[in-house]
């Protein structure tokens, strides 16, 4: 059955979404790796939480307006829109006021998730019948998922990457050495915003399979576990990459193959479980290895 | 000189300016706070061309600060900063900035090398691809400061004093008129304070203009031209023997330290 669903033999659909899955991970994985590196990484959580009113009020739009509540490109452009609104908020408030990032983030996020929670609570009451569906936002879900989705999902993962891809020297330069980089005539904030933007896009992208309360361990845990395994700013992005990708694509298999697989939470388990691995038996920089350098110098 | 009424008239002490347009680096009017707390207030300072010169003050001074704002890295509340007579923006391909060492994360996954390659960003933009021309030019900065070694490791497996001339290297490697540099004899080695000031001193002998944010006074005479004294106002600004005396050295130590530095009398030039 495993088998099966790895290698797309579960139909033309399940197929779709694991490949959708993998491009988004390999799109988080190397994104991650320069919030990772420029120690930003809480704020793509502020900016993941921030979708939630934006799904909620696209819902309430979209119903007031006559359509399906549920149709998934006006769902994800309220998504971004808050989560814009969201990564803005921790930017002003970090920039302007006295207000560490920390707090900006730890402020951002639980006001709009709270906001969104109410939100959801509000269209539940309505009776409209046909919310089903948007608290699977939270976790992420697979089942139910049409092609266009799975497309959507698959061209969106592309398109972050390649645009990782495309700033990749600007952005890494920014996270090393900010202030180097201004005086290299660079303009810091807009590389940093587009850093948070991109990361944005992964979450936005990303709602309908790993969920917002989740994507931001796809954004984190393949970066820490790369840089486990290189001491070279691209070997730790395509790293990174190749391990978002195999736990998004093989998360995604591996839901397919029972009713009721949560698919969020089984592509971070996998991604999980690669950094477990690299923690242990990285060659350099592994606990194992550092325990035995460490006998051999006590020897 | 009336060194004593022009201080305590709060008037710092300068030379005949320099010619604006022949200022690698003139600041006017130049104030930058921190949470409304002033750090640098109403600077005026035209560094010469071709010199090197010393930022000395004490802690908390605003040297950094200055610095960064020259740079546009700081955001000041009013003044200006002009290179060679034009805006800053746009004389920034020649000018190398060389950060604290301390200001940057040495766990971050980069080689040597590859930071000194970063100097070479306005060549390469945003895609093109790195050629045996370029890493040549970054190897032979390297071996400027001595590293040429060293450019596989890792950034965090240097010493403190190599690291340092790794971001020597890097200021280099962009081939600028202008270096800034933010303490660089901070925390170092004999071997690499000796290494770097040999670098520095070619600079100059190139024609080039060094500016340094510099801690230790008893070497300011051995290795600068020139010294701006500040504390958060500008005190006094010259060539070392009639800047750096220990009426200057008063005026910005608020009288803390004149005393325990060994030969300076009143009036009297540190070094001649």
């Not at chain 2, 600060?65 to 020259?70: E, H, P, R, V």
Request: hydrophobic share 50%; net charge positive; proline share 4%.
């Amino acid at each position: 059955m495993l088998s099966d669903a790895l290698t797309l033999q579960l139909g033309y659909n399940a197929a779709l979404v694991a490949v959708g899955a993998g491009l988004l991970g390999m799109a988080a994985g190397a994104v991650g790796t320069f919030l990772f590196l420029g120690k930003r990484a809480l704020v793509s959580d502020a900016v993941s939480h921030a979708t939630l009113p934006g799904i909620a009020l696209a819902f309430m739009v979209m119903v007031v307006f006559g359509g399906d509540g549920r149709a998934l490109p006006g769902l994800l452009l309220g998504a971004a829109l808050s989560a814009g609104l969201g990564l803005l908020c921790v930017s002003w408030l970090s920039a302007r006021t006295r207000l560490g990032e920390d707090a900006a983030i730890g402020a951002v996020l639980s006001v709009f998730f709270g906001a969104g929670v109410v939100l959801l609570t509000v269209i539940q009451t309505l009776g409209s019948g046909r919310q089903a569906g948007l608290e699977t936002f939270l976790l992420g879900a697979t089942a139910g998922m049409v092609r266009a989705d799975a497309l959507v999902i698959a061209i969106g993962g592309a398109l972050v990457l390649a645009l990782a891809l495309l700033l990749r020297r600007p952005m890494l330069m920014v996270a090393f050495d900010p202030g180097y980089a201004t005086a290299q005539g660079m303009n810091v904030r807009r590389i940093e915003l587009a850093m948070m933007g991109l990361a944005m896009a992964i979450t936005v992208v990303g709602l309908k399979i790993v969920g917002l309360i989740l994507i931001v361990a796809l954004l984190i845990v393949p970066p820490v576990a790369a840089r486990f395994w290189s001491d070279r700013s691209g070997v730790v992005i395509a790293l990174a990459g190749g391990i978002g990708g195999i736990s998004g694509y093989g998360g995604a298999a591996i839901s397919a193959t029972a009713p009721g697989l949560p698919t969020g939470p089984i592509i971070v388990l996998l991604a999980t479980a690669i950094f477990a691995l690299s923690l242990l038996a990285a060659p350099r920089r592994g606990v194992l290895a550092i325990a035995l350098r460490r006998r051999k110098v006590q020897a | 000189m009336m060194l004593d009424a022009r201080l305590t008239g709060d008037r710092p002490i300068v030379d005949a300016p320099a010619a604006l347009a022949d200022s690698p680096l003139a600041i006017r009017g130049l104030t930058v706070a921190y949470g409304g707390k002033p750090a640098v207030t109403s600077v005026d300072v035209t560094f010469r061309p071709g010199r090197m010169s010393a930022i000395i003050g004490p802690n908390g001074a605003g040297k950094s600060t200055l610095l960064k704002a020259a740079l546009g890295i700081e955001r000041p509340v009013s003044g200006t900063v002009t290179c060679w007579g034009k805006p800053l923006a746009r004389q920034l391909a020649r000018i190398a900035y060389v950060p604290q060492r301390a200001s940057v994360d040495w766990d971050f996954p980069t080689r040597a090398l590859d930071v000194v390659l970063m100097g070479l960003y306005r060549e390469l933009g945003l895609l093109r691809r790195v050629r045996p021309a370029h890493r040549e030019t970054a190897m032979a900065c390297l071996s400027r400061v001595g590293m040429q070694d060293l450019a596989d490791r890792q950034i965090g497996q240097l010493s403190g004093g190599q690291q340092q001339r790794v971001f020597l290297a890097r200021a280099l490697a962009q081939g600028a008129d202008l270096y800034l540099l933010d303490e660089p004899f901070a925390g170092v080695d004999a071997a690499t304070e000796k290494a770097i000031i040999g670098v520095l001193k070619s600079l100059k002998s190139e024609g080039r203009t060094v500016i340094a944010v510099h801690h230790d006074l008893s070497t300011v005479a051995e290795y600068f031209d020139r010294v701006f004294l500040m504390n958060t106002r500008a005190i006094a600004e010259g060539p070392v023997a009639t800047a750096f005396t220990a009426d200057t050295l008063h005026a910005a130590y608020d009288g803390r330290l004149a005393s325990t530095l060994p030969g300076l009398s009143n009036g009297t030039p540190h070094a001649e």
